[in-house]
Every structure is written in C-alpha cells, then in structure tokens.
C-alpha cells in the first residue's frame, strides 16, 4: 500500500454490509489506497485488521474525516447518518463518496448538493448499478436507436431477508432503478403510484409496486420485496422495434435482445380487426465487460477527484432519488394516489 | 358419438381461439357429447367438419340454442356478445357454459345470474384456472394451515402477442387471477388500484399493473402484459410459515412450497436493531395430478347440470369478477387512484 | 376427407403410441388423407373411430395392405414386424413408410432396401428428427462454414419411463442422433465403443453411453437413458469457429449459437506455456420455423411419392442405422470394446 | 494473525490458479495462520504481498519447508512438481497437504504414502468435493437406506477454457467424481473404459467420457470437457427408490431428491407385456449449509494434525484416483477397451 504521487488515499467510515466491498476495491485499485476504516463495532474493526493488517483503525469518524493522510472519504454508515457525516467532509475540505441512498429528505441532500458545489469538491453518489456493463450495454443500444421507441421499463428486485431496519424496500432497492432510468431516459418521471405493506408491525415496508408515469407515454413498472421465497433480479425494456431481457443473475447472457416486436395498422380496413400483430426474430446475447461495477465506479471517482469533474452520479442525480424517494411513500401511504415527482425536468 | 342416456348433449356457439379446446373436451369426456357447432367464419366450420365428420354445424347461434337434440350451449364468443346470447339460451330453459369474462358490464351479469337462478337453470362461467391441480393443491395447503397467515399473492401473466381487440389485457389475462384468489381467500377484495397504458391508439390496454387491498392486510399484486418479450405464468404466495411459487410454465414441479419465512420480535431490547429476520429451509415440489383441467372443468359441468347444484364457478363469482374488472378499468384511467370494489363481502 | 384426385390415400398399421401423430398429420395434411386404421387391440380402434368417426379400423394388416383404396402404407407397429409387414406392403406394389428403427437386423434392412429399389416402390424410414427445423437450421450453418471444423457432437437424450420391450434405449433414443449425425456428417463414423446396462433382469438396455469415432478426428457422444430423474434433450455441437447448444424441450430459443471457441498457437516461444486459449463473445439464437417436423415429413414423402424420388431418410439411411444398433450393442456386450461400423463409406 | 499456541503455522507453495483460495482458507480459520507463501513468479508475490501486507514471501521452496516457524506445508504447484516437494516436506517432517491430483504417477503416489505412513505425518489430497455440503448430504441419503440400491452416477462436468497444459480434463476434472464415487461408494471400480480427444496437437486430452464398471452392477459415467460453449456441473444418481440431481452451479437447491423411480414386475402373466414400469412422486430439496467446502477441509486437516488422525482424503484415496487416471489414459488410449483398475478392493 505505498501510495504514488497520484494515489488518493481513502477512509472509509463503516465497515458492515457494504463498506468491506468498498475497501476491497479501494485496495486493489492501483488509484486509490485504503489509509484508514472507521467503525463503531470491535468486532467489524478487528475483521478489518484480520483482512488488512497494514491499514489503520478507528472508532471514531471525526478522526477519519480531520486525518491528514485522508485526500477523500467514503461513508457506508446507516443512511440518517448521511447528511451529517457528509457535511463534516465536505466542511474539511475532502471530496465524499457516500453510499446510497444519498441522505433521509430530499432537503438534506439538496443543502450537500449545494455545499459541495460551492466549495468545488466532488460529491459521488454511490449508485453502483449505472457501472455495470449491463447497463452500459442497454444504454448504448437504446441511444443507437435500435430499440426504437421505449414503451416500458419493468423491473422486479425480489428476495428473502436482509430487512433492513432504517429504510423501507424502495429506499433499499427500488433506488437501483430510479439510478438507472435517470441514466437511460432523457426525461424525468412526472408522477409516481405506489403500493407497499409492512407486515411487520414497526418495520419499514418490506414490499412494494411502484408506478412511473412519463410524458412521453413510457411506463415503469417497479416490484420489490425483502420477503419472496425466490431471488430475481430482471429488467424487461420493450421498444418499437426490439425488446430486452436483463437477467442480472445470470452468471453469462445477462442481456437478451430480441428482434421482436408489435406491428400496429392504421388500415381502415383493418380497423374492425385486429389492429396489432406481433412478430417474433432471433435473439442476440451481447458479450459484455465482466469487471466488477464498483471498480469501474472507484476508478472513475478517482478521475473525477483528480480533474475535479462531476462524476456520472453525482449529487444532483442523488437529490432526485431522493425527491423520488419521497414522493413514492407519499404515494404509498395514500394507497396508489398518483403524487408529482420533485421538480419534473425535461433534460436539454 | 352415440351418447348415452346419461350423456349431456352440447351445443358450442364459437370455433375460434377457445372453442376448439372446449369442442375437444366435450368429445372425448364420456359425459358429454358434441352435438352442434355454430360460427360466423366458413373457414373455421370447415375445419370443425374436417376434425369431426360426424358433427353438425351452422352460421347461426339461435339454431343452436333452439335445436331439441341440444341439452346445453356453450357460448365461445366475443364478449359484447356473451349477454345476449346467454340470456337467449336460459329462456331457451338450458343450461349455460360461458367463456370468460362473462359479460361486458356487472350489471348485464347480475341480470343473467339472476336469471339463471329464477329458472333453476346451471350457469357456469369458464374460469378455467380454478380446476387446475396447481391451483387446487395450494388451496388444499392453505386450508390445512401449514401455509400461515398469507402475506402477499403476486402475479406475472405477461407475453408477446395475442392482442385482443375486444378486451384490454385485464379481462384476458387479469381475470385469471382474479378468479384464482376468489377461490383461495375467505375475503373479496376492499379495493383496487391499477396502472396501464394501450401503446397503441384506439386499442384496449394492452399493460397493467394492479393492487387489490384486502381487510386482512394480505397485498395481491397482478403484472399483465401483451407486450413482452419473454412469457411468463408465474404466481408467488407468502404466508408466515411457507412460502410457494407456481410456475406455470414448467413440464414439472410446477409447484414449488418452501420451509422458508421471517421471524418477526417484538423483544423490546432488540427493538433498536433488526426486528426481523428469516429463515431458509428445505423446499418440497408436490406431484401434481395431470388431467387437463378444462377436462375436469366439463365433467364438473355435467356432474352440476345432472344434480342442478352450483358450480365451483358460478355466475355470482362470475358476478364478482367482472365488478372488479370494472373498478381496476376506473383506477386505471385515473393513473391508481385507490377505487372501492362492488360490494365487499366477507364469505361465511 | 373428400380426397382429391393428387391426395394420397394412406392406410396405418399401429395406432399405438406412435400411430396417432401419424394418423393425425396424414389427416390434416392437405396432400394425404387417411383411408383405413388397423390395430389388434380393440380398444385402440375404438379410440381412432372416436376421434376421426369416417376412417375404416380393423384388425388384419393384410386388409390394409391389399385394399385397392390404399396408395401407400405406414407401418407403426412393433419393430419386429416391420420386415415382414414391409416386404407385404412391396410386394403389392405400394409405396412404403416405415416406422425407426427400420428392422430389426441390418441383413433385413439390406433385403427390404432392394426389394424398394427393385420394384421402383419409395420407401421412407421415419426418422423425424431430420426434419425437425432445428436440425436443418443446424445443417444450413455447419454447410455455410460459420462454424468450422467439427470438433464433437455430444447429446443427452434422458428421461423417466417409456420402459421398452421390443428394443433397448439405443434403438429407440440414439437412432435420433444417428439419423441427425448421417444428416449433418459429410461421413460415416468408423467404429464404435458403447457402454450400457439393463438394470432388470430380463429387459433390453435402459442406459447407455456411445462413442463414435470419426475418420477426421470427429468424435461424437450419446448419453440415452429411460431412468433419469429429469428429462433431457440436449445436442453440443462445437467446431473451430462456433458452438451450438440445441435444447429440444425449450418452447423457444431451442438454438443458441455462440461465436465463442478456442484459439491455439504453435508459436514455440509460448510452447512452455498454455498453449490454447479461449475466447468468449456473442450468443444468437435464431428464429426457428415451428411447423411440426412430423407434418413436414408426410409433405416431403407425398411429394416423393408423387414423384417417385428419393426420401431425405429413404431406404439406404436406415439401413446404415441399422448397422450403427448392431455395431453398438456387440460393443456393449463387450464392455465398450471398439468395433467397427458396417461399410464406412464417405460420401461424394 | 497473531497465531495462538494451538494456530498450525502454513507455508503454501505456489500461488497461481488455486494457491490464492487456499492462502485466504487459511488466512481466515481461527486453526491455521499463514506463515508463507512461495511462487517462483514475482507478479504472483506482488499481488500475495497486495492482499496479505504481514506476511514472508520467497521465491524458494526449499525455504518454505525449511523454516522452523512453518509447521506444515500446502503444496499447490504444477503436478510434476508434487512428488519431489512433497518428498521434501515429509523427509523434514513436516505434516503435507497436497493439491489434487496428488502426483503425475501411481508408483510416485504410492512411494509418497508409504513414506508418510512411516513417518507418522498427516497427507492430505486435497479432494476438495468430499468436503462439499452436497455431497455429505447425498453420502447421509444413501447411508440412510432411503435411496435404495444405486443404479448409475453420471455426471457432467464441462465448460469453455481452462485449458491444462500439464494434465488432460480427466486429471483435471474427472479427479472430482472419482474422490465423490469413492466417498461414497462401499467398492471400488473394477474396470473403466473411456474415450478422448486432443483436437489441438501436442496438447493434453481436452474431453473425455468415461465408463466405470462396478462389481456390483453399478455403472458410473463421466463427461468432461474444456471445450463446451455451456458450463454444466450436474450429476444424475439414479437409485431403486430415489433419484437425485445435484446441480452444482445452482445458488440454492443444489440438490433435488425425487420420490420418482421404476417398478419391476416378475409376474409370469406380465412377462410378455411391458415388465417395467415408472413411477412419478414428489420432490424435495433438502437446505444445505452454505460454508464454504475449503474452509471445512482446512479445519478438518488442521484437526488431523492435532490428533495425527487420517484425514478423509488421505494419500491411499489419493493412491487409489492416480491409479484410476492411469488406467483411464491406457483405455483412452485404445479407444475404449475395458482396462482393469489398480487394485479393486471392497471395502471393510
């Protein structure tokens, strides 16, 4: 771990669910290097020393956000920690990685959005799945305009456990979709309608459908649960003139493009019939990039910091998950009622 | 063909998509015996001759329904017509299989329910689902207990093709549902709410997604879809003990049940952390019986018209069914606005 | 089943398991028409009058073969009378279709073949797989050159039960794979080394394992078994430049091709070394037509007939089949001992 | 890694392909601590030197196994290397893990196992599937009677790449199923017939089948392969009253127990008809724990040690698989012939 000239030397404040994948790619990065973990628990600290025996250990994150030796610092705490933790970096003067979502309301995410620009220092949003080839690979096909027009997005995230007790089932991961639709759309979502239950009286809600309402006609479609007997991770994407599958457990062929579709006739004659037929052609599995997504996400942080960009999720992109966020339990607790999202933006 | 005495003689107005399965099975239960078949297209009365030389057929549907060698109509037909038509045949005094939905509106299916009673005639309304061995199996696990309280019924109906022009993709594949919880659950449903989108002008929807809400907190949540690369058949159940998935699709072990669940505390020194956790454990596929279910559904039928009793699908559920395709066609055209189902009734 | 005048008038013997697609397809086929059924069992008849009430039954198979309303005659009984019955049916001068295998000995074949010839009499060996659209789908890209030199062919062919006692598992699974070898294969395998086990004293083979050397380096594997836990029916076919997966129980996809292989060096500096290294990259799956093979069959052998040529599966495949049987099971007896096949011809 | 008094001290050797999941086995078990690590590549040690900051890397083996703070030594080099430096290992009694296959010859193997018989010292062959929560689970299932008298094993084990260059796929994967039929098996094969190819000159057998003969009656198949556009790890195990599937690369279910099987009639009156006849049941897929297999090796081994027990995969299994690869190549050789294996012996 002799860090070059050019290395940014890293702390990271969490070291439970996520935050050993995070400094696992941190270390093995030849851009950036792991200077120190801070973590409340013992135990999590001593697996950390156990793993890393170089790297320096803390309780406290103070110690980790003042410490010289840190350029930037990424924080994998419970997310009610998020705004105070990121103010305190971006108040030291450090570029922040903060894990998803961004922070508890949409304000707090705005006044980090706003300091972090103000002070010229680079606030990443940890939304992983943007990185992933997949996704990169989707993207590409729909700007080449193979796919044609998009009809609608419907992904289903389901599985058993990891309830987790500080954010419900959308926060945890619906946020994977709100990520990758901003990457894909060239609209925002005008309103959301969402259902969800917590059957567990005190608890999050562990299950919810959301609704995405667009002007252009595209419709999302949004299942998640904590509590399905089986584990699916699929996006279906349907266009005019092709349709994907993306299967993101799949160990191989994770993507499926289908050169099928739907002809529609406006034939008067037509018209007391059926007006719509389908039509089925071959399949097409790209081959896609198999490096992990959080490196490609570590090394393009790394550049960011270095020429002081604004990285692919940036805080703007995590003020509209949130808002989104928000606007989804709204909906939710009112039993479907169509909400309008945040501030609706056509992008120029 | 040489029908017995026992045997019920059937008419089948319809040989287009559906009435060649119901002509099938008519013929080859020993309780039934095809006797007439009725249709608009020469063609499709062509081919009916070519399968079955011995049979009569006709262009028009009264002939059916007044013919003295006829005991009971079928009725395979669009649905605009399905009220008028099955009003003819009980006046005609004979008993009624109607193909599903039964009718376009809920009031047109109170009059034929009620008709039918007055007369003391069968009215059977053919969802199909409810005599499937899979579905009849979960029942069986629900009734025993073993399934625990249900959580969440969760469907995925969706492919590419077979766009109805009569019916949006609720009344055709919706439905299936919709009749298969009637069957399962002691409760109807308290509301819905739904989301869909025709992508195509002056076409019935061809996309939805819907949330029935039930007075016991249970959540069914149904994906139907004409529009979809992959197809997909797929039923997800969750109770607070076991844990099913019906998949359709599958040549075997269509029914899988898991010993797998959430573990809820109210321990109140684990109230700050995680409340709750779950459990994997062993999965069990049951054999199924394999008898065609619209086999099992004719000889129901017959075994109903020679006893005068109500069938498993009658017209009140027929009734039902169709009030809620009313009201999630109300939700949906107000973007899942949360609308109150018929009249909810708690079954005793 | 008003013939007409170019509309062959077949005659079935057997309508057991396989008889009825037969008969089946022969009835729908717009160039045959079914006259007349034999069976020995009664109750097999009665079921044939059920489903087509015009055809004439009986029980004698010299009915069928010298009613004057019999053009051509399929047999589909048990192999050991397929000689027997085949040489009747050439003798009065018509037109033979033979169930696979084609006898039971390859001496048999060889007198039937010339007795065919001889007389100017078309006689088809049903060897359906051929003309399965995924077979020809296969031939159409190994003939294009897409997918390189052969390198293996290797097929599971597995399920449970359909126990036979007329022919072991090689004469009634593998015979697939040595019609679709013959097909796709610019040669004759030279020898074979088989491996099998009657599990029941008493009963023919259910399991065995073939190998089939091939003069250019080829080799090919079938895995057949009636005692298999799950069913299987899968070919590997890979060559220099691609590979195949053809999975024969998918509804759709059945055909992936990937443009994945292996790349190898001479270069001596890299000697030491791994010397083979492999490349992964797209997967194609393309549409197939979904015309039953069957029915393609009866098309191709009316038109053979019509035109007194040669059927694609015609006298000298099954023989040749036949030799492959006998080469295998004197291999099995002697416990995967090479033997080699009949006359190894390649053909020009 | 403070290592405590009870901690075995280990130097591995080689640190290529597998060395890294050994190192991290022992790195992470409270039984065993990493003391050393040789690979004669200085980008491997840079990378060990990466990973695990505290710990003595060299380019010499000899100093692994000559250094007092090394109290046992895992050997995980090319198999030419392995009788040489497990010589050395044993002559400086030092207790001896070995990679698998244990030498490239069954004299070499033999030799080895005499010498750490005499010398008292633990070697273990690292079989790692024994070790595997499946395939415990299907030794208790046949233990337990529950399966009834095993009919086959077949397994396939195939995939793209990986291409050896020091021992062909049977010595490479077939080495698994040989070290799970002989955990599992009360007998030992009696003879093996096979069939290879190198479709690359000068390289080792890249696929291969083989056909074990058992005494018994039961017959043992393995397909492996380097070269197969699909990766396949499944094996079928067919008994008198159960079936079981163990898909390996599942992430749950791995293991799928059928109630499924086939009756045999002796009924004189059946003779004649079909003798055999199938039975379908439910099925069940008992959980499995989910520790990794290695880890269970590590700690098993690090317990031998203490105890001076034979480990489970002890050097006479090690002698037994060697044997077994010898006589594959000779019958691989012949194209199949029937070669007898080593020393059949049934176990007491």
Redesign the interface.
């Known amino acids: 771990?002799n860090a070059g000239s050019n290395t940014l030397r890293v702390g990271v404040i969490g070291y439970g669910y996520w935050g050993p994948n995070l400094v696992r790619n941190f270390?093995?990065s030849e851009n950036t290097a792991i200077t120190m973990i801070a973590d409340l628990s013992a135990a999590r600290l001593a697996l950390a020393e156990?793993r890393?025996?170089?790297v320096r250990t803390t309780h406290s994150a103070t110690e980790v956000v003042t410490d010289s030796r840190v350029d930037v610092v990424a924080i994998a705490t419970p997310v009610d920690t998020h705004f105070e933790l990121g103010m305190q970096v971006l108040r030291a003067g450090k570029h922040l990685w903060l894990e998803k979502p961004m922070t508890e309301t949409a304000d707090q995410a705005r006044i980090l959005a706003d300091e972090a620009e103000r002070r010229g220092l680079v606030c990443y949003v940890d939304h992983t799945f943007v990185y992933t080839s997949a996704v990169r690979k989707i993207g590409d096909i729909m700007r080449s305009g193979d796919l044609g027009k998009l009809?609608?997005y419907?992904s289903?995230r389901?599985n058993?456990?990891?309830?987790q007790?500080d954010v419900n089932v959308i926060a945890d991961l619906g946020v994977h979709d709100f990520a990758i639709l901003d990457y894909l759309m060239q609209e925002q979502p005008e309103?959301v309608?969402a259902?969800?239950?917590n059957?567990?009286p005190?608890?999050p809600e562990?299950?919810a459908?959301l609704?995405l309402?667009y002007g252009s006609?595209m419709?999302a479609?949004i299942?998640v649960?904590w509590?399905?007997?089986?584990?699916v991770r699929q996006v279906?994407l349907?266009g005019s003139k092709q349709?994907?599958?993306y299967d993101d457990?799949l160990?191989?062929?994770k993507l499926?493009v289908?050169?099928?579709g739907?002809n529609?006739t406006e034939d008067p004659v037509e018209?007391q019939?059926?007006?719509?037929?389908?039509r089925?052609?071959?399949?097409?599995?790209?081959?896609l990039d198999e490096t992990e997504a959080l490196r490609v996400a570590v090394d393009h942080f790394a550049d960011c910091v270095r020429t002081t960009t604004s990285p692919l999720t940036d805080a703007q992109l995590g003020v509209r998950i949130v808002e989104l966020i928000e606007a989804s339990n709204q909906?939710m607790r009112?039993?479907?009622?169509?909400v309008p999202v945040g501030r609706p933006v056509v992008r120029t």
């Open positions: 771990m270390a093995e156990r890393f025996p170089g009809y609608y419907d289903t389901i058993l456990g990891l309830f007790h309103a309608s259902s969800g239950v059957h567990f005190g608890t562990n299950l459908h609704t309402y006609g419709l479609h299942n649960s509590l399905s007997p089986v584990k279906l349907s349709m994907i599958v457990l160990p191989s062929e499926k289908y050169d099928s739907v529609f018209v019939r059926l007006r719509v037929s389908y089925t052609g071959d399949m097409w599995a790209p081959r909906s009112e039993r479907g009622r169509c």
